[in-house]
């Protein structure tokens, strides 16, 4: 086997004669968070310069992305089995590329293309930019090809982005993370934190209201880190009040905060806002001390409840949504029982809620005291019920109400209702509406509540409107 590392800058080349060729086509399967989604759209993009067209049909590629995630085991697992059925994609079209990235891809190296040997490319998280040229370099010699950097460039070269919606688009605005949760593999495969410089942010900005786009949100693994790696001075919040100013853009969005860093000065600029949305996620992780201080979290659940306060204080109607990890090593019966109260006592909107997962080359990997996946899974089962429940309290104290909703397109599971989101980022389903609203803020009544989902009727000046 030959294995090439290309350490080279790349110069993309114009679009080139995709007739040349015989129409290509490409696929890229993403897992994982938001930040591998934006890594997505600039695969699609350098491949679309290279003349590839997009596919929804693996049977029809020619090319093949699966951009990884290793977060948690469940994800690797999933991203194995996909590797190994596409094996017989290989079998059937020898010519066809296998391209494995992200997060997987940056930890396992060369490790994926001895155990895969239909893989062609491994391209890790500090060379998105480098897809053309890998591409250009296995048509051309049809070697294997390892691109894993161990760290980024300060800032890596802008690419082409084929951007996977029209309303709500990405904007990374850091990369990496610096704190290192005891549990968590994310700084290790995504280095440290580097801020893009403001003035490219808003230019992106700018640009995607000019293409159309009415939402952004802003991303990163800590976004109020933003700009303390840079000399520049700005900070998270000048980065929102100037994103705010943008007139074409409706909504501003942003992910993830770290309860830790998270101040007053950007609640008050999120206050003063017109645009920024009243929703924080803001990952609480445990609700017991003693484990938020091994998983180095950095903050109290005292702390985290004067935050809530204070944002609650400033903007009513925020909604606050959170992120909780069950079966963290050490964690005992009362520790949980903690973690249950405190979930009853915040009230979130919504919460993410995740099995802890050993992930290996993390401390808490090496803790003794794991605990058994059977306490893990009844934990998960108890905490899932009791934020169901408070979940739909909360939504249903929304049923009469009337809420703003940026419609961004036909729901999923029923073509004849339209669906968006509310500012504080419920999901809402309703009936009637024609696709003209898309893309468009609209005022919904909502009429029922469920867990996940709120349904209502246009108002009816909106639907006059429509008449
Ligand atoms: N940067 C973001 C989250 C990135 S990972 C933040 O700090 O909030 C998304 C979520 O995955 C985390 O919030 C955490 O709840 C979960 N997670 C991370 N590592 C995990 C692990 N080893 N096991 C289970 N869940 C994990
Ligand atoms: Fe992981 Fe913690 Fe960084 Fe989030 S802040 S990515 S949980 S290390
Ligand atoms: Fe997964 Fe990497 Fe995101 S590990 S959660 S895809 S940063």
Known sequence: MIVREVN????????????????????????GCQMNENDSERFAGQLKRLGYHSTTELEKADLIVINTCCVRESAE???????????????????????????????????????????DIVIGTHNIHQLAELVQTVEAKREKVLAVWDQAERLAPDVPTVRKGQISAWVPIMYGCNN??????????????????????????????????????????NVNSYGKDSEEGADFADLL????????????????????????????????????????HLPIQAGSDKILDRMNRGYTTEYYCQLVKKIRDLIPGSSITTDIIVGFPGETDEMFQETLEFVKLIGFDAAY????????????????????????????????DMQNQVSLTINKQLIHRTVEVLVEGFSKTD?????????????????????????????????????????????????????
């Open 77 to 119: 697992k999933k991203i194995h089995g996909k590797i190994g059925e596409l094996k017989r994609y290989k079998a059937l079209n020898p010519n066809i590329i296998i391209v494995i990235a992200g997060c997987m891809a940056q930890k396992e190296r060369e490790k994926l293309l001895k155990k895969f040997s239909h893989l």
């Open 241 to 280: 009040k100037e994103s705010d100013s943008i007139q074409s853009i409706a909504r501003i969005r942003y992910m993830t905060s770290h309860p830790r860093d998270m101040n007053d000065k950007v609640i008050k600029v999120i206050q003063d806002s017109r645009k920024i949305c009243e929703h924080f």
């Open 353 to 384: 809620t995740f099995l802890y997962s050993q992930r290996s080359g993390t401390p808490a990997a090496q803790y003794e005291d794991q605990i058994p996946l059977a306490v893990k899974k009844a934990r998960l089962k108890q905490l899932m």
């Open 415 to 467: 073509e004849s209702k339209l669906m968006g989101r509310t500012r504080t980022n419920k999901i809402v389903i309703w009936e009637k509406g024609g696709p003209e609203k898309i893309g468009q803020l609209v005022n919904i009544n909502v009429t029922s509540a469920q867990t996940w989902l709120l349904k209502g009727r246009l108002t009816f000046n909106d639907r006059e409107e429509e008449n």
């Open 180 to 221: 290192f949760c005891t549990y968590c593999i994310v700084p290790y495969v995504r280095g440290r934190e580097r801020s893009r410089p403001l003035a490219d942010i808003i230019s992106e900005i700018e640009q995607l209201g000019k293409e159309g786009f009415k939402e952004i949100t802003l991303l990163g693994q």
């Open 8 to 31: 080279t800058h790349i110069s993309i080349e114009p679009d080139r004669d995709s007739n040349k060729f015989g129409d290509q086509y490409y696929i890229v399967l993403t897992y």
